[in-house]
């Protein structure tokens, strides 16, 4: 109790004198400038690490088609398109079908599954190709003769 008694007294004797000041602050005290938080908020201690999502890919208008087949008659070709979303084929040549759908150019090859057919819509290309299922019922026989756009 004693060391409380004389540090009151050491308090009152020297804040009158002058000698000990309490700072003076205003009230209510001046906030920082708001450029002071610029750092903290790019960079906040408290926020989650994230990744933001792709975009999701849009299907194109031709995305549910498949190669479904095609020959070559007097100089013309055509293929069979099968749409599998719609689960339906139709026939597609160079002139445009009534769905407006032609065929712009198909590229042969001895194995089926680099057949590739680039179908055209209202100005919009897509290459469709024969779909892994078609491609396994291909007999060698097909094969060797270089008649891969057949339907098997």
Do not use: C, H
Not at 10 to 30: H, K, M, Q
Not at 67 to 93: C, H, M, P, W, Y
Request: charged share 20%; no cysteine.
């Amino acid at each position: 109790m004693m060391k409380f008694a004389s540090m009151m007294v050491l308090v009152s004797v020297l804040f009158p004198a002058g000698l000990i000041r309490a700072e003076e602050t205003p009230f209510p005290p001046v906030a920082y400038p708001p450029d002071r938080y610029d750092a903290l908020a790019r960079r906040s201690p408290f926020m989650l690490a994230t990744v933001e999502k792709a975009p999701a890919v849009q299907p194109g208008w031709a995305s549910g088609f498949v190669l479904a087949g095609g020959a070559q008659s007097e100089g013309e070709t055509f293929i069979i398109v099968a749409d599998a979303t719609a689960n339906k084929r139709f026939v597609v040549t160079s002139a445009p079908n009534p769905d407006g759908i032609r065929l712009v150019k198909i590229v042969m090859n001895a194995n089926p599954a680099k057949v590739v057919a680039t179908i055209e819509k209202g100005g919009q290309q897509a290459d469709i190709r024969y779909p892994p299922e078609i491609i396994k019922r291909f007999s060698p026989e097909l094969l060797q003769n270089n008649r891969a756009i057949l339907n098997p």
